[in-house]
């Protein structure tokens, strides 16, 4: 399944989204996913399998616990596509981080006013 296939399908984008801050065990994962999606256990596994497959997680057992975090070979590969874009807004954004810096040195360097004690 290519990558933007997996990364279609919202269970699966918030199922990463909840594994992003760490692991998590299966059962949580459940828990939380039926509550917002209303759907079973059972299909929340089927997620959770096709992001295994499909190198976005990870599961190691603990006990009778299986915990999943993200695993960074899925993500390596949306980047590694994205990247070939980069060159389209990177300068627009360094651009943008040009003004803003001068604005600030304008802010700080402004004379203050006599009467209110707020820079001009």
């Given at each position: ?46 997620h ?7 190198g ?11 915990l ?6 899925g ?30 040195r ?5 004379p ?9």
């Amino acid at each position: 399944m290519h990558v933007f296939e997996v990364l279609a399908d919202p269970v699966r984008r918030r199922i990463l989204e909840l594994l992003a801050p760490g692991e998590m065990a299966s059962g949580e994962v459940v828990e939380a996913i039926g509550a917002e999606f209303g759907i079973t256990q059972a299909a929340v596994s089927q997620h959770l399998k096709v992001l295994r497959e499909s190198g976005f997680a990870i599961v190691r057992a603990e006990a009778q616990r299986r915990l999943y975090s993200v695993d960074v070979v899925g993500l390596q590969a949306v980047d590694a596509w994205v990247g070939r874009f980069r060159t389209f807004w990177e300068p627009k954004l360094d651009a943008l981080a040009t003004e803003i810096a001068r604005g600030k040195r304008e802010r700080r360097n402004a004379p203050l006013t006599k009467r209110s004690g707020k820079r001009a």
